[in-house]
């Protein structure tokens, strides 16, 4: 981890906090929505509810196992975005939940319009703030930093970027198991493994145009 603070680090580094704090916003939402959520939450919502388990504290424990597989093969990519993404997401999608429920009283079971109402603006801030927070150079979660190991690997071998394929065949993987556990599969689901991979791509490649710029700037 390079904890080397600077003005550039401090503002990536509160951008990735605001970012995995507002996934889990939109994981509660998309649960609200009752049409799927990311295929790594859905997965993790699935087997807990098998567990008896809070999804929060399942997803601390599936994270902690996934990285002991990154610290043996990939160590870079563990940072302090890793432990954001480990500890914030699940506890944020918690307490969004208990907010929406307990504090706005939203009912277990919405009409179309409702659900349409929490799914849009939860797909599209899901999908933006993942990238985001992959792409703040802080690291990323366990579950994230295995399809950047994946992808690494092959490139390494075959000079190829393959981080889109394999971004979504490593997430539709996740939704079988989801499916299979019981978890929040849904159509939304579908639309994350397809648009997960480009997304956090492109944003990847304006992240790499700012980061030159401040390079160049900075002599």
Not at 144 to 167: C, E, M, N, P, W
Not at 205 to 219: I, L, S, Y
Request: with cysteine; aromatic share 12%.
């Amino acid at each position: 981890m390079n904890f080397k603070i600077t003005k550039e680090w401090t503002k990536s580094f509160f951008m990735m906090i605001i970012a995995v704090i507002l996934m889990g916003m939109c994981v509660s939402m998309l649960v609200l929505s009752d049409m799927g959520t990311d295929p790594y939450s859905a997965m993790n919502y699935g087997i807990s509810a098998k567990l008896g388990m809070t999804f929060g504290n399942y997803q601390l424990i599936s994270n902690l196992v996934l990285l002991v597989i990154v610290v043996i093969f990939e160590r870079n990519l563990i940072g302090t975005g890793t432990l954001g993404n480990m500890i914030l997401v699940g506890y944020s999608a918690d307490f969004f939940t208990w907010v929406f429920k307990n504090v706005f009283h939203v009912p277990a079971h919405l009409g179309m319009g409702a659900r349409i109402t929490f799914l849009v603006p939860g797909l599209i801030i899901f999908v933006i703030m993942a990238a985001v927070y992959m792409q703040s150079g802080h690291g990323t979660a366990p579950y994230d930093a295995v399809s950047f190991l994946i992808s690494d690997k092959i490139k390494k071998y075959t000079g190829k970027d393959t981080f889109r394929v394999v971004r979504i065949i490593y997430d539709l993987v996740a939704t079988c198991i989801g499916y299979a556990a019981g978890g929040e599969v849904g159509i939304m689901t579908v639309c994350m493994v397809i648009m997960m991979g480009p997304t956090v791509d492109y944003v990847g490649r304006v992240f790499e145009k700012h980061r030159n710029k401040v390079e160049e700037a900075n002599g």
